[in-house]
């Protein structure tokens, strides 16, 4: 294995100070950047601004970073699930979901997670590491439908605010001018409410918030989500009042449907209480069904009659359609447990 370090994924400050390590100009920072975000490049040999003798002095310290995916899998519907190699040794998956009016890549911040929530399989396959920027950011430049992107989800596999400090790194690669140089409006960060993480993401980023609600009442919450024991979701409603929404930002509410358990006249109206006069709107997602839980989706018509009950009460809710359920890409899928040899 490559113990070089990779050039791909740190900001302008971190190649500022490699640069001013290795004894080059300050604008080589700027020249590198330029090469690893804007120019497509895949090798220090294409940073041809750049001295044949620096390049030289580079490779011997770096290299560039970028890893394919090892395997892909298409859905009946065009959803593609791709499988990218962590320099762990772990694997991660990300989701490429084209539609008709924008194509979105959600992808992963952890392999595997440690929130253990009770209807995830990413949880089911416990917690193994953190992926750094350069490997969050190499789903999107590595992928091969790169260039039809329009939309990003943080919503793969971990939680993205346990691992804060590189996620904040991959927003400003992706939004900054040196960059990819992406909307902010374009992105869309998901958490289950991590308080403290979550203050310095509203503080620090301009992407959108997306919050694992799933009940609005916390004895429910608790049995779905543990960390209902550590961070309240009357808590996390208190945080997100104090802050005021700007016009580039949207928060939104992620609600999975469970029969019988949440989808009752009794939450939609506890959810119009507890969300009155805060800036949203809410996400409807049928519940996939995971080995070793008895939860059940709603059906259907519950789920639009619930939906249709928020809309008149003066909420915005909409219902996320489900995709790639078929090569287990859809919400709350994604799992690598078991995966021994993926080029096979």
Request: net charge positive; with cysteine; aromatic share 6%.
């Amino acid at each position: 294995m490559c113990n070089k370090e990779r050039l791909f994924g740190k900001t302008i400050d971190e190649l500022r100070d490699i640069a001013n390590k290795e004894g080059l100009p300050a604008y080589t920072a700027t020249q590198m950047a330029g090469w690893l975000y804007a120019q497509n490049a895949s090798s220090i040999d294409e940073m041809t601004n750049l001295s044949t003798r620096a390049r030289d002095h580079m490779k011997e310290h770096y290299e560039f970073g970028l890893a394919s995916p090892a395997t892909v899998r298409e859905s009946r519907d065009g959803t593609r699930k791709y499988l990218f190699p962590c320099r762990s040794g772990k694997f991660v998956e990300a989701a490429y979901i084209p539609e008709s009016n924008r194509n979105t890549l959600c992808l992963s911040s952890q392999a595997g997670c440690k929130m253990g929530c009770l209807f995830c399989m990413t949880g089911k396959q416990g917690f193994h590491g953190n992926l750094s920027a350069g490997e969050i950011l190499n789903q999107i430049r590595s992928l091969p439908e790169r260039e039809q992107i329009t939309n990003l989800v943080y919503m793969g596999m971990g939680e993205p605010l346990d691992n804060l400090g590189e996620v904040l790194k991959s927003l400003e690669i992706l939004t900054a001018p040196w960059g990819f140089a992406m909307s902010p409006r374009r992105i869309t960060v998901s958490t289950i409410g991590i308080i403290p993480a979550m203050r310095r993401f509203i503080e620090t980023s301009q992407a959108h918030l997306a919050v694992s609600l799933h009940t609005p009442f916390s004895e429910e919450r608790r049995k779905l989500m543990p960390v209902e024991h550590i961070h309240p979701v009357r808590e996390v409603l208190k945080v997100l009042r104090e802050y005021e929404p700007g016009k580039q930002r949207r928060i939104s509410f992620e609600y999975i449907m469970f029969k019988g358990l949440n989808d009752t006249p009794r939450h939609v109206r506890e959810l119009v209480r507890t969300l009155h006069g805060l800036k949203c709107r809410i996400n409807l997602i049928r519940f996939h069904p995971i080995p070793g839980t008895s939860l059940e989706s709603s059906n259907d018509h519950s789920i639009e009659i619930f939906r249709q009950m928020l809309n008149e009460k003066g909420i915005i809710t909409t219902l996320r359609a489900s995709r790639g359920q078929d090569i287990q890409a859809a919400c709350g899928l994604l799992s690598t447990t078991g995966l021994a040899n993926p080029g096979e």
